[in-house]
């Protein structure tokens, strides 16, 4: 069965510190993965895909398929990167998307 | 452009009575989803639909409705309000093209007392 695992429910940092946020997933073909972000009384929108191989907002995430993992990370935290990430998974031409539980980032000044 | 709109942003029922979440979107999107949030908890899908007239059950279906007569509107109806149906909901729309993310709503949060 498909499956995102996000193991943090938070994740605190100090401003300029590196940041990750963990996402594992369980799919055995080839995966379309998200990460969407929840900014404080906005509505959830999309950080970046895993097929654009972009940086967002000084943001990254490998596909690691051998570790069924997609890791969010960024090598220095600003305090407007405070926010709720989620993890989100779907099969390659699917119609289904699965989310992680999400992560709440809080960068401390 | 407006994307996807949600409506109401805050409803509270009482146990056993009904209503609809309203959803539009005006991208021209075939998919269209439903989800509801719990406190600590992912998304889960309750229903959704990859075009007018076409809708499917999701993870959590139970207790609730869809219609997609439009492309634009696909609304939920919960006919007999449960306590367990406390949430937000959270309705999303994305093109058939493979890799493209799906733009959510603003969210309906719903209390059941």
């Known amino acids: 069965a498909q499956r995102v695992t996000q193991p943090e429910k938070l994740l605190s940092v100090f401003k300029g510190a590196p940041v990750e946020l963990k996402c594992n997933y369980s799919y055995s073909g080839s995966p379309e993965l998200f990460w969407y972000v929840q900014y404080s009384r906005q509505r959830l929108q999309l950080l970046l895909r895993h097929i654009s191989r972009e940086s967002i907002k000084g943001f990254t995430a490998d596909l690691n398929k051998g570790e069924t993992s997609f890791h969010l990370k960024k090598p220095f935290a600003q305090e407007e990167d405070s926010a709720m990430y989620y993890c989100?998974?779907?099969?390659?031409?699917?119609?289904?998307?699965?989310f992680g539980a999400g992560t709440r980032l809080f960068v401390k000044a | 452009n407006a994307g996807v709109t949600q409506t109401p942003k805050f409803r509270i029922l009482k146990i056993g009575q009904s209503m609809t979440l309203q959803c539009t979107q005006d991208?021209?999107?075939?998919?269209m989803y439903w989800y509801r949030q719990d406190p600590g908890m992912g998304l889960k899908l309750i229903y959704y639909s990859v075009g007018a007239g076409i809708t499917d059950k999701g993870e959590v279906p139970n207790g609730y409705n869809v219609s997609r007569s439009t492309t634009e509107d696909f609304p939920l109806r919960l006919e007999l309000a449960a306590p367990s149906q406390t949430s937000v909901y959270f309705c999303?729309?994305?093109?058939?093209?493979?890799?493209?993310?799906?733009?959510f709503g603003d969210g309906t949060r719903l209390s059941i007392l």
């Open positions: 991208m021209n999107h075939n998919y």
């Open positions: 989100a998974l779907r099969n390659t031409g699917g119609f289904k998307t699965i």
């Open positions: 999303a729309s994305r093109t058939d093209l493979s890799n493209q993310p799906q733009h």
